[in-house]
């Protein structure tokens, strides 16, 4: 019996369509389980097996995904959302009294989510405290640069603020850009190291407020 093009096409695009959401979702999964046993372990003392027990999948599931562990490692901060691109993109045409309201609420938001949420945080354990780097992989200031962390995407920034708010030029761009990434960085990675020294969601509000008020005190 000859079955016809679209009877064909209506079985079998089901089938693929699941098998890709099937996929996508193993993947998803061993993602999730690589930053967990990656900020737990440490990236070069984790395995692939590792990573696998974790998922609950079989180590043949992982190298279908993932070639190797550095590929791996590499895949789960490229596919991690730019904060910073979307922070310039609010910050387009706003006025100078928004420019530092959406400045500052990104920049709590940003603080307490890495202090309430747990993928959040074993990101940011792994950047700072438990990653050896290395050839094959993404270097730390790569990462930064593409999580949003990017002194050339700020500068970008102030800089078009400043050509449409005169009376801010007296802004030095570069110590701005400087104390204002010194801060964000410091409070993150030492938080990280004594998390019971002080309650990061609670004071992220008044901590970014004190990092602005440093920024804003105009040159005489």
């Known amino acids: 019996m000859l079955f016809s093009c679209s009877v064909i096409f209506n079985y079998w695009c089901p089938m693929v369509r699941k098998t890709k959401a099937e996929a996508y979702k193993t993947r998803r999964k061993l993602m999730e389980a690589a930053i967990y046993e990656f900020s737990n372990k440490g990236v070069a003392a ?8 974790a998922a609950g999948v079989t180590r043949g599931a992982v190298y279908w995904h993932f070639e190797n562990k550095s590929k791996l490692f590499n895949d789960i901060w490229i596919e991690q959302r730019s904060l910073i691109h ?29 202090a309430q949420d747990p993928m959040q945080r074993a990101l940011m354990e792994i950047l700072f405290h ?5 050839e094959k992989i993404l270097s730390e200031q790569e990462i930064l640069q593409h999580i949003g962390f990017d002194p050339d995407i700020l500068k970008r920034i102030l800089i078009k603020f400043i050509e449409k708010n005169k009376n801010y030029k007296w ?11 010194g801060c964000v960085i410091g409070i993150v990675k030492n938080w990280l190291l004594f998390p019971e020294s002080y309650n990061l969601y609670q004071q992220a509000p008044a901590v970014v407020d004190s990092i602005l008020k440093i920024l804003m005190v105009e040159d005489k």
């Open 130 to 134: 438990k990653c050896e780097y290395g």
């Open 171 to 181: 802004i030095n761009i570069e110590n701005t850009v400087m104390i204002f990434h």
């Open 86 to 114: 979307t922070l310039e993109k609010a910050l387009g045409d706003v006025g100078a009294e928004e420019f530092f309201a959406v400045l500052r609420n990104s920049l709590v938001a940003q603080l307490q989510g890495i």
């Open 46 to 53: 984790t395995t692939l097996y590792d990573i696998s027990q």
